[in-house]
């Protein structure tokens, strides 16, 4: 008997098949961001290193979250439109379409990133991670997609229609500007500077900046390890119980 998550995840892939469109923009925009910073604005920027060294750790975290609006529109779609019901009654255990969904938006992050990785090494990144640090870095990554995902896909379920799922995953998409992901937040102005210093992101960039510069940054590594598990957490139960009434 196959898996039934296994099923679900190559259902989403079909349906990404078809549609190929969410994964494209997922990967372009990114793409077009980064271009957009390093060449029109990166010159702009004192950040004491060059920009594409300082800016792919931010990018990267964007492009983690930019893909997330296709999810929440896809479980709504199946939780509005009646799909859950059919797996219910063929005894599909409901794990199994969350989990699908969570793994297919895993998959679409790590494309993403790769993405920006890859272009950045074209624009002149130059890491100083070592294997170690690499791995580090790869882990992070994952774990923010876990989280992000099961995140994205409570909004999702807790959204009315598709129309407006689209939208809930739109403030994880703009927290990265307003963290240290494109200018130092000691560059920012009262108010915005203390938003962007204690905000969820901010601990994880830095991390991941510290991580590809090759040093190990502790106190943010801790930081961003205990949002990531609660936001992976926060968004799981809320996931499962708001799944669980609409089925």
Not at 11 to 30: E, Q
Not at 132 to 150: D, H, N, P, Q, R
Not at 218 to 232: D, N, R, T, V
Not at 237 to 242: K, P
Request: aromatic share 10%; hydrophobic share 55%.
């Amino acid at each position: 008997m196959k898996n039934p998550s296994i099923v679900m995840l190559r259902r989403n892939f079909k349906h990404i098949a078809r549609n190929p469109m969410t994964v494209f923009n997922a990967v372009l925009m990114p793409v077009v961001v980064m271009l957009m910073f390093v060449y029109v604005f990166g010159d702009a920027f004192n950040v004491g290193v060059d920009y594409v060294d300082y800016s792919t750790p931010g990018l990267i975290l964007l492009a983690v979250c930019y893909g997330l609006g296709s999810v929440a529109v896809s479980v709504n779609s199946d939780a509005t439109k009646g799909i859950i019901n059919r797996f219910k009654v063929m005894d599909v255990p409901r794990s199994a379409v969350l989990t699908g969904h969570v793994v297919a938006s895993v998959l679409t992050n790590l494309l993403a990133v790769a993405a920006i990785i890859g272009l950045g090494f074209a624009l002149g990144f130059s890491p100083s991670a070592g294997f170690l640090g690499w791995l580090a870095v790869i882990g992070i990554i994952l774990l923010l997609s876990f989280a992000a995902g099961w995140l994205t896909i409570a909004m999702g379920l807790a959204a009315k229609s598709p129309e407006t799922a689209g939208l809930a995953s739109l403030p994880l998409v703009m927290l990265p500007f307003f963290s240290s992901a494109i200018a130092p937040t000691d560059k920012m102005g009262p108010g915005v500077r203390q938003f962007a210093e204690y905000q969820p992101f901010t601990p994880i960039i830095e991390t991941l900046r510290g991580l590809l510069n090759g040093a190990v940054p502790h106190s943010s590594l801790f930081q961003a390890l205990a949002w990531c598990i609660g936001i992976g957490v926060v968004g799981y139960v809320w996931a499962t119980r708001t799944f669980t009434k609409r089925a």
